[in-house]
């Protein structure tokens, strides 16, 4: 058993640590707004100033780190992804390294052409259209429907996303027809294809999403459009998915770090009652148990990589990661608040929107009771941990 | 109670599997399997008994059978509660729960253990395999997919 990082991983983490650290920590005033009332907060950095970052990490050679190499990306091992996200979740500065959603990478020759690669290049914003109003958390029962009329297919109805808005897109529409939910590559211009909602925030609601609304209205998509198999839209990228709960795990752990961090400088900082809060013993045990639940995540995020690159089935691993990761960030968040002597959710501080960033994904408490009874299920099969 | 050395599962594998599939209550069968009755009873006899395999008529096996619960009737036909009365008046109707096996006190804890491990797990495996079923797609995953893209 050998814990070491290679080479290879080791220089890698440390380029993804250092661009951070140079090029993205001195931004997020940027981010967080510099007024008094922070109206100038804002989500995204301005595209010329993304499209700079692109260009130096591109020249680093690391962009498209979770995209396989004969797709146009680096193609990194699972290991590696986890090591460069860990990293650029110690920021609020939203900004990835080429990250494409693996639903994309099912796309055929032509689609690839005409999606994934602008995609990958900045060009086009995939707008992932899964969700429904009224549909609830169970993505199986949508409503929309798509008929398929003399080789074409007629989608009717309306969808949320959550993706980013931009000037070029298209849409990856999920949506019922006769032999199961297809999955259809809607481009921007497409008749009968309309969105609404998405612009950009400033002012204390820069950091709260507010889903777009894509309506689509007798919109005639070519058979060639669709993505994957008819009726198996469930069925893509799900060689690449499940490696994706375990890079999620790794941005928690990068948050974490970061909440770490911040909340150590305060421990060293504030002074109550004429002694330095860190000389009391329930601050040092709150830094203690969050560096704990940072190792203990760590390990488990590094141990799932690395049976996915070994090519072994990650299935439970990814379940356990994704449950302990997304508790272990709300005990540090809960920690830090102890250390902070009060909510960490203060307007302007980085925490706040790491705490917003990290606890996203779990915002539906389903889908950890679907990890849940994925590791149980393996329990009952006969699984000794 | 069987005997402290009971049947080793290695040797009689085979033949066990073979009745565990045959539909109809594997309980006597089981107990002539196993290794028959132990030293440490308190029947006030002379008679030295270790190592006979006779049912002992207690009823465990009539009053957990799930199909008999269902048809009640089917326990009117005989007075008797023997492995042998269970079998006929359950025959082919067998559930094959194994419970009947697991609740004779002459049955060895060596084929239970065996059947705990070994044939439960695959009733069960059957049963919730709608929740872990690696082949199913996992939808969450493109919920997650879908809420956290940038």
């Not at chain 1, 690449?240 to 911040?262: N, T, Y």
């Not at chain 2, 070994?118 to 069960?124: G, K, L, S, T, W």
Request: charged share 30%; net charge negative; with cysteine.
């Amino acid at each position: 058993m050998d814990f070491e990082l290679s080479e290879e991983l080791k220089m890698i983490q440390s380029l993804a640590r250092e661009f951070v650290t140079d090029q993205l920590k001195p931004l997020e005033r940027d981010i967080l707004g510099r007024a008094a009332d922070f109206s100038d907060a804002r989500t995204y950095l301005p595209e010329e100033k993304e499209a700079e970052l692109a260009g130096m990490v591109r020249e680093m050679g690391l962009w498209g780190v979770g995209v396989p190499g004969e797709l146009g990306g680096v193609g990194l091992d699972a290991l590696a992804v986890c090591l460069v996200e860990e990293e650029l979740a110690q920021t609020v500065v939203p900004f990835h390294f080429g990250d494409v959603t693996p639903i994309l990478f099912d796309c055929s020759k032509e689609q690839q052409e005409k999606f994934l690669r602008p995609t990958l290049d900045y060009k086009k914003k995939p707008y992932l259209a899964l969700m429904e109003s009224d549909g609830g958390a169970d993505p199986s029962g949508m409503k929309m429907k798509a008929d398929k009329v003399n080789g074409h297919y007629l989608l009717n109805g309306d969808k949320l996303s959550l993706s980013r808005a931009g000037d070029d897109y298209f849409a990856v529409v999920f949506a019922g027809t006769d032999s199961g939910v297809t999955c259809f590559l809607v481009d921007k211009d497409t008749a009968g294809f309309s969105v609404t909602g998405g612009d950009e925030r400033t002012g204390w609601l820069a950091q709260v999403k507010e889903p777009m609304s894509l309506v689509f209205d007798d919109c005639r998509v070519p058979a060639e459009n669709v993505l994957g198999k008819e009726g198996k839209a469930f069925h893509l990228g799900r060689k690449w998915l499940p490696q994706r709960r375990v890079v999620r795990g790794a941005r928690c752990v990068g948050v974490a770090r970061r909440l770490l961090d911040e909340a150590t400088v305060q421990a060293r900082s504030l002074e109550t009652f004429g002694q330095p809060i860190f000389k009391r013993t329930s601050i040092q045990a709150a830094l203690a148990d969050i560096a704990m639940n940072i190792h203990a995540a760590r390990l488990m995020v590094y141990e799932a990589a690395w049976k996915s690159d070994n090519g072994k089935s990650i299935w439970r691993e990814a379940a356990m990661v994704k449950l302990y990761t997304t508790q272990m960030v709300q005990t540090v968040v809960d920690r830090v608040a102890h250390i902070f002597n009060g909510p960490p959710y203060i307007e302007g501080l980085p925490m706040e929107r790491l705490c917003r960033r990290a606890l996203e994904a779990s915002a539906i408490e389903l889908t950890l009771e679907r990890q849940r009874s994925i590791i149980a299920g393996d329990i009952l099969k006969g699984l000794k941990v | 109670m069987p005997l402290p050395v009971q049947r080793d599962i290695r040797e009689i594998e085979g033949i066990l599997n073979e009745i565990l599939n045959t539909r109809c209550p594997p309980v006597g069968r089981c107990r002539l399997l196993s290794s028959g009755f132990g030293t440490a009873h308190s029947l006030n006899i002379a008679e030295d008994i270790s190592g006979h395999k006779e049912c002992l008529g207690c009823g465990n096996c009539v009053d957990i059978c799930p199909f008999l619960s269902r048809e009640p009737s089917r326990r009117e036909k005989t007075e008797q509660r023997t492995s042998m009365a269970l079998e006929s008046i359950v025959g082919e109707d067998c559930d094959l729960c194994n419970a009947c096996v697991l609740v004779c006190p002459q049955v060895d804890t060596t084929i239970k253990n065996y059947v705990v491990n070994h044939r439960m797990v695959e009733v069960m495996s059957r049963l919730e395999r709608r929740i872990g079923d690696e082949d199913e797609p996992d939808l969450d995953l493109f919920l997650e997919e879908a809420i956290s893209s940038d």
